[in-house]
């Protein structure tokens, strides 16, 4: 059996990115950009828009990508938990040396990890993970050192790339290198997911999508961020297989049709 879809086809050493999203058909991946999914009252009205056949699909998905790449990092953006305007975490000076927080800072390991990119320091954190999966905070080196000295006292891993923001390319690299990830699955928003496409690291792509609308300039998508350059293509995609469910929601997983030439 080969096990060529199992790593990126552009010759990088990283992990492969699978893109997993749930969207309405305009493409929209939330209600509003001022409510968090994670709360109560938007994701029950989030869910009432899901026919029955969702939930089948969902698992579906899941157990499909299981079994294609055994994926053990699952990436989310600092959006999923915070406001967009929420500022870093009021934190009382550190007295460690900037040199010591500018390290990576793994102080265990785990068969799973749930790293989320938040480079500004946003996010107070109350549950680290279990004995399956770990939380792993994505930093840079303009990330607030209170915030990293916090971290390393509530014993919270962190990977530290790029200098004025989150360098996606190079933790890539560290994820791989230092945690032994052949494949991520990105369940992030549209911000990170675009963020991705715009660094061209995209491998693969799970799109649910359900029969209802939302709408609204500014509503979060599946992939936004930054527009096109003018005289820039669109990333071309293969379609893998379509499945159909039985009230017409619709599971489409696509692989980012890169020229081969390139590897």
Not at 34 to 57: H, I, K, Q, S, Y
Not at 115 to 121: E, I, L, M, P, T
Not at 146 to 167: C, T
């Amino acid at each position: 059996m080969t096990t060529d879809h199992l790593f990126p086809r552009d010759g990088s050493i990283r992990p492969r990115v699978v893109v997993s999203v749930t969207a309405t058909a305009d493409g929209r991946v939330t209600l509003n950009r001022a409510e968090r999914l994670l709360d109560e009252g938007p994701n029950l009205r989030w869910r009432t828009a899901w026919p029955p056949d969702v939930d089948d699909l969902l698992a579906q998905r899941s157990a499909a990508i299981d079994e294609r790449h055994h994926p053990t990092v699952v990436l989310e953006g600092s959006g999923t938990f915070v406001a967009d305007d929420d500022g870093p975490l009021d934190l009382p000076d550190t007295s460690m040396a900037a040199e010591d927080l500018w390290t990576d800072f793994l102080p265990h390991r785990s068969p799973r990890w749930f790293a989320v990119v938040d480079g500004r320091g946003r996010v107070n954190w109350t549950h680290k993970g279990d004995a399956e999966t770990s939380l792993l905070v994505i930093a840079s080196r303009s990330t607030p050192l209170p915030y990293l000295a916090h971290l390393r006292r509530e014993q919270i891993p962190y990977l530290l790339a790029g200098v004025h923001r989150v360098d996606l390319e190079s933790v890539l690299t560290k994820i791989h290198r230092q945690l032994g990830a052949d494949c991520l699955v990105s369940q992030a928003g549209g911000g990170l997911n675009g963020a991705l496409l715009r660094a061209g690291l995209v491998d693969e792509l799970h799109v649910i999508t359900i029969p209802a609308l939302v709408g609204g300039v500014g509503t979060p998508s599946i992939m936004d961020g930054l527009p096109l350059e003018p005289g820039s293509l669109p990333m071309q995609l293969r379609t893998i297989n379509v499945k159909v469910g039985a009230h017409g929601t619709i599971w489409a997983h696509y692989e980012v049709a890169r020229d081969r030439s390139r590897n």
